[in-house]
């Protein structure tokens, strides 16, 4: 069937994170690429992606490019599924014999209520939905379709049994030739990464258990299933020959250091092909490994250190003491590694105190750049089951992680600490971190040493000035 892979029109700012629909708006407006439907668009012929909010694309304008299709499938997530349901029925609409389907942890943990919650939604992707895309695509009956929950025509809803993870990650084709082929490379921008980037996986799933992440609950498991060194420096290559526009590359693996040996072997093949990179890392590697990693091309690390109390990080299972981030981040910043940090209120033990340590704590470690969000329990994850269990949630199981108008909302609160209090303490998070002398003069003198960071820091400034007044209002 002529398929496409549609990311639909969200909300204006809305930020593609991680490679999904993840929340919708931050402070400041960015683009991950949409890995999760270029993977299995590279395996059906002819078949296109489509990424309405990094295009700009209107509801109108991606409505008149889907009805040119016999299948759409969408990307969807817990936040963003009204919204892409009810674009489903208009498209439904306009041209009924289109078959629709969805895939994302949403549609992983909740088949059923995904398909029930509207007709227009014709089947739903379980677990890895490579190969169930394919097979749809390729005409298979949906009952013999493993990993595949649909409608069938007299309205009932039906389950296949389980698909198996994919073993052999090598079996899989590029992502970066569909990017080519169908995206915009200029439209896809990070604060923190070098622009133009392109983002990829070299390996699914996370050793990991932290007990808020999403991914490894839902789709990708537990276990790093890894491609081997070769391929990943094979689409490196193809990479650098067919888009000479690309400044960096960004390996999105959840935790692309888990196997040390893997990743050093990566990057001295990365280093001969003289590319810069950067990746998502947990705040426990070796300086030896580190150093191998930056003698060749990596320039900054990812790095979730969530929280600067070493109770939270043991109740939500993050495998980390502070003492032992404090000395990866020195060691980063020794051999010049910048590094993003990512951080978490809200997390199960926060109280004022806590925020109030974890602000000072990311001063003292002093990231490159920051993120903070507020703790999101998603379906499927341990948190959205403690949440519910222990009350956490004000109407317990339904929860609303973004605002009608598409900002992140505060869905979690405790006997002591409301969700307003964990709310403004992301606005005070940032007004603490940035508007230190210190930290304003690092950036300036970054700023003066390259015009193109000029532009780009006056551009984030203004966005998040105007993230503050919103906030304030």
Not at 123 to 145: P, Q
Request: proline share 5%; with cysteine; glycine share 8%.
């Amino acid at each position: 069937m002529k398929t496409l892979f549609l990311q639909a029109p969200s909300f204006d700012g809305f930020d593609g994170g991680a490679g999904s629909r993840y929340q919708a708006k931050r402070e400041i407006k960015s683009f991950w690429y949409p890995t999760w439907l270029a993977q299995p668009a590279a395996l059906i012929p002819g078949s296109r992606v489509l990424d309405a909010p990094a295009d700009e694309l209107s509801v109108d304008a991606t409505l008149a490019i889907a009805l040119e299709y016999d299948l759409v499938i969408m990307h969807t997530s817990s936040p963003s599924f009204p919204t892409d349901a009810k674009f489903a029925e208009e498209i439904k609409k306009r041209k009924p014999a289109v078959i629709i389907g969805m895939v994302g942890a949403k549609t992983a943990v909740d088949p059923h209520g995904s398909l029930s919650a509207s007709e227009a939604i014709d089947f739903v992707c379980r677990e890895e939905f490579d190969y169930t895309c394919r097979d749809v695509a390729n005409g298979l009956a949906f009952k013999d379709i493993p990993g595949l929950s649909y409608r069938e025509s007299d309205g009932s809803i039906e389950h296949n049994g389980p698909r198996e993870m994919i073993e052999n990650m090598d079996e899989l084709p590029f992502v970066a030739p569909v990017y080519k082929r169908d995206l915009k490379i200029e439209n896809y921008f990070i604060g923190y990464l070098q622009h133009p980037y392109v983002s990829i996986y070299t390996g699914r799933g996370c050793r990991s258990k932290c007990t808020f992440c999403l991914w490894p609950q839902t789709v990708g498991g537990h276990r790093y299933r890894v491609r081997s060194v070769e391929n990943v420096l094979e689409e490196v290559r193809w990479i650098k020959e067919n888009m000479p526009e690309v400044k960096e590359i960004m390996f999105d693996d959840d935790t692309f250091t888990d196997f040390k040996p893997r990743a050093e072997e990566i990057a001295r093949g990365l280093g001969k092909l003289g590319v810069t990179w950067s990746c998502n890392a947990k705040a426990n590697v070796p300086y030896s490994t580190l150093k191998i990693m930056k003698e060749n091309g990596l320039r900054l690390l990812l790095v979730g250190y969530e929280s600067g109390d070493d109770q939270i990080l043991l109740n939500i299972k993050k495998g980390l003491r502070t003492d032992i981030a404090k000395r990866f981040s020195e060691d980063c910043r020794k051999l010049g590694i910048k590094i993003h940090g990512t951080f978490i209120l809200g997390l199960p033990g926060e109280t004022h105190d806590t925020i109030e340590k974890t602000i000072e704590y990311a001063k003292e470690i002093n990231p490159h750049t920051i993120q903070v969000s507020l703790a999101a329990p998603y379906p499927g994850t341990t948190l959205y089951k403690q949440a519910v269990e222990n009350g956490w949630m004000e109407d317990n199981k339904v929860i609303n992680l973004v605002s009608n108008k598409g900002v992140q909302l505060a869905a979690i609160s405790y006997p002591h600490l409301s969700k307003e209090d964990i709310y403004h303490g992301v606005e005070a998070f940032y007004r603490r971190f940035y508007f230190r002398p210190v930290k304003i003069w690092e950036i300036v003198r970054e700023m003066l040493g390259s015009w193109d960071m000029m532009q780009r820091r006056l551009r984030e400034g203004v966005e998040f000035f105007r993230f503050l007044r919103a906030h304030q209002s």
